[in-house]
């Protein structure tokens, strides 16, 4: 009987998740729930009933949208968010969204139930046969090469100092995903009252710019007679957008997007430098890449030998990644928006004389980069028709949203090129471990962190699918998540067709009426899906139209605050 009165009077380990991790700044916990949440949920009743404070807590019906979502969340708010899925096979679900999360330095708090090792003798033992079906040997495993540190809890005392920990850990340089698992049997147990209330164990680490290294690469890139910035995934800071868009300008460098998935400065700047690594990289002699995985293809492009090569970034050599060689005489670690804010103060400072070689190469790299603009534009023009082109409906998308605060995500949909996008968070294309999916859930995510603001999901139609489309849709129309929704329709796996004809370019493949395993036709009727959860829906096969009907999708996102969804065919 004492037990039970304990109970009653002192929280259990299950109960103060929540409360301390509205401590740590947590704004949601999205979770798909268990056999292994009833401590859990009965924490969250009981502090309902006592008014107490908590974490928004987000019920999401297939576990990689709760990943997704922790994901968007933290790139309109800078702020790490939880997830808390149910034991393995929850956990084997959010595996995919846990590598995205690592690749794109995303923090958050990944935690899941572990089924009850004891059968009989203890609160919260096995009950029902998934208790036994469910047990693994090493469940970690499932994400370990994905987080940067992981524990399985062991007493109740230790909720309060392991969630600590796994926060500052998720939030120090380079950021990403921690995993906590969580045992019924520990869950069900009390702690003291007053263990709830201490304040935060430990803050993150972040790595400040080195002096140093800053000074020498300003040095050089000053000094350079012809520099490139290779940007693969931006400043998401408006200090470190607007700093990096000013060196570009200052000192005429030009700035290259290969495989961008977030732009480092306004797809108009002058320096604006595409897409392609070429014939930039093979001109340079000095070069600095910000925060990219693989800045260009080794196996196609090739800098110079006495070129020197500059890394910046939370983690420039990319250390959790076996095989990386790409050449670097100078590695800096350090917050990406912080870095090339210090950049731009040591490169301010430089001689005047120094600018001679900049004055020099200013017009001709202008002229070189306002073609490369202009030749995105015209190519995306010219596909209105009879099937569209994936850039032309990027073409028709820059211009619809011009006049709204705007982000659009791209997951094999809208590329990037023929876009005017002149904001940092205004561009996030998919991480590049490529599990898909990503687009729809991260979007809503977003939309989750700044309501007011205009977020387009684009995507492929097997994109679409693997997002679980109709678990997305239920939970925009349950928590009021209007999207704008672009599909490019070409029913089949197009990159997987493109990688195909790459490879062998005058194989059997490339050259048959239909390209094994690729086609995705029959393509479904996905307005059906849109519409089940009261989205706005339609297909698109003319392009002419295509420009109005994208205003009239807007309004019913923005003003009548419904999701809509375009299904448009390309080709």
Request: a negative charge; aromatic letters at 6%; hydrophobic letters at 40%.
């Amino acid at each position: 009987m004492e037990k039970k009165d304990m109970r009653k009077q002192n929280p259990s380990a299950g109960e103060a998740i929540f409360s301390r991790l509205k401590k740590l700044d947590v704004d949601y916990v999205f979770a798909n729930s268990g056999t292994d949440f009833p401590p859990i949920i009965e924490g969250l009743a009981k502090a309902a009933a006592d008014g107490t404070e908590l974490p928004h807590a987000i019920t999401i019906p297939h576990e990689h949208a709760a990943m997704g979502m922790a994901h968007g969340y933290y790139f309109m708010s800078g702020k790490a968010q939880a997830v808390m899925l149910h034991t393995n096979v929850g956990l084997a679900n959010g595996a995919i969204g846990a590598l995205n999360a690592a690749t794109d330095h995303i923090p958050m708090i990944l935690m899941s139930g572990r089924t009850p090792t004891t059968e009989k003798g203890r609160f919260g033992s096995r009950t029902v046969p998934i208790g036994w079906g469910q047990e693994m040997r090493d469940q970690t495993a499932l994400v370990r090469e994905a987080v940067k540190w992981d524990y399985e809890l062991r007493f109740p005392e230790q909720i309060n100092e392991m969630l600590d920990r796994a926060h500052a850990i998720a939030s120090s340089t380079p950021k990403g995903p921690v995993y906590l698992s969580l045992p019924r049997e520990v869950l069900t147990e009390t702690i003291k009252t007053n263990d709830t209330e201490t304040g935060r164990l430990m803050a993150p680490s972040l790595a400040e710019p080195p002096v140093k290294a800053i000074a020498q690469a300003a040095a050089w890139l000053v000094q350079a007679k012809n520099p490139v910035i290779f940007v693969q995934r931006g400043p998401n800071e408006a200090a470190g957008f607007e700093a990096l868009s000013s060196i570009a300008e200052k000192f005429s460098i030009p700035v290259v997007h290969y495989w961008a998935t977030q732009i480092g400065l306004p797809t108009d700047h002058p320096m604006w430098a595409g897409v392609d690594p070429e014939p930039w990289l093979s001109e340079a002699d000095v070069i600095l890449v910000i925060d990219a995985l693989a800045p260009w293809s080794p196996d196609i492009h090739t800098p110079k030998p006495s070129a020197k090569i500059i890394h910046l970034g939370p983690n420039p050599l990319f250390s959790r990644i076996p095989v990386r060689n790409f050449r670097s005489d100078l590695s800096i670690t350090t917050e990406t928006s912080a870095g090339i804010v210090e950049l731009q103060h040591a490169m301010s400072v430089h001689d005047q004389q120094e600018q001679r070689s900049v004055d020099t190469r200013r017009a001709d790299i202008e002229t070189r980069t306002s073609n490369v603009r202009q030749a995105a534009r015209d190519e995306a023009s010219q596909g209105a028709g009879p099937i569209m082109s994936k850039a032309y409906v990027s073409l028709c998308l820059s211009n619809a949203i011009a006049n709204h605060e705007a982000t659009i995500l791209s997951e094999l949909g809208c590329p990037l090129g023929p876009m005017t996008l002149t904001k940092p968070k205004s561009w996030f294309q998919e991480p590049h471990s490529g599990g898909l999916g990503w687009s729809l859930p991260t979007a809503m995510g977003m939309k989750l962190a700044k309501p007011e603001r205009l977020i387009v999901a684009t995507m492929g139609d097997g994109s679409y699918i693997f997002s679980n489309p109709v678990a997305c849709h239920q939970i925009m129309q349950a928590y009021d998540i209007p999207l704008l929704i672009l599909l490019v329709n070409n029913s089949e796996w197009g990159a997987v067709r493109q990688s195909v004809a790459q490879m062998y370019p005058d194989g059997h493949a490339a050259n048959s009426n239909q390209m094994p395993l690729t086609s995705l036709s029959p393509s479904p009727d996905f307005s059906k899906i849109a519409e089940a959860s009261d989205a706005w829906a339609c297909k698109v096969t003319n392009g002419q139209e295509l420009p109005a009907i994208l205003e009239q999708a807007i309004d019913m996102v923005m003003n009548q605050k419904r999701t809509a969804l375009l299904d448009v065919r390309v080709a």
